[in-house]
C-alpha cells in the first residue's frame, strides 16, 4: 500500500483546512465530524468520525440554532444574574465528570 504524506498549516487561532487529498481519502464533506486517537508515542491517527448514536433531532435543533444566531444575532441576551444563582444553588455540590460514559439508567 502506498503511502501519501501532505501538510497543512495551523492559524494564529489553531485552525487548518485539511488538505483535499485527506477530505477525498475519508470521504469528508462540510460539518462532517472528524475523530483523532492520539497514541502514547504522539502519533495521531486521523478518521471520520460516526454518526452512529447522533439523534437527528438534536442535530436538526443545533442547525436552527447555529442558523438563526448568524442571521439574528440582535437575539442573543445575556443569561439574568437571578438564573445563574438559582442554577448554582441547585448543582452545588454536584461533580461531573463529562469522560464517564452515562449509565443504562441514565440515559
Known amino acids: 500500500m502506498a503511502t501519501l504524506e501532505v501538510e497543512s498549516k495551523l492559524t494564529d487561532r489553531y485552525q487548518t483546512t ?10 469528508l464533506n462540510k460539518r462532517d465530524k472528524i ?8 502519533e ?12 437527528p433531532a438534536l442535530g436538526s435543533f443545533l442547525d436552527f440554532l447555529a442558523r438563526d444566531i448568524a ?6 441576551q445575556a443569561v439574568e444574574g437571578a438564573l445563574i444563582q438559582r442554577i448554582q444553588s441547585l448543582t452545588e455540590g454536584i461533580e461531573v465528570d ?9 440515559e
Open 71 to 76: 442571521e439574528h444575532p440582535e437575539h442573543i
Open 18 to 27: 485539511v488538505p483535499e487529498t485527506v477530505r477525498r481519502a475519508l470521504k
Open 35 to 42: 475523530h483523532y486517537v492520539i497514541r502514547q508515542n504522539g
Open 44 to 55: 495521531v491517527v486521523l478518521t471520520r468520525a460516526t454518526n452512529e448514536g447522533d439523534d
Open 98 to 106: 463529562l469522560d464517564v460514559p452515562l449509565q443504562e439508567d441514565d
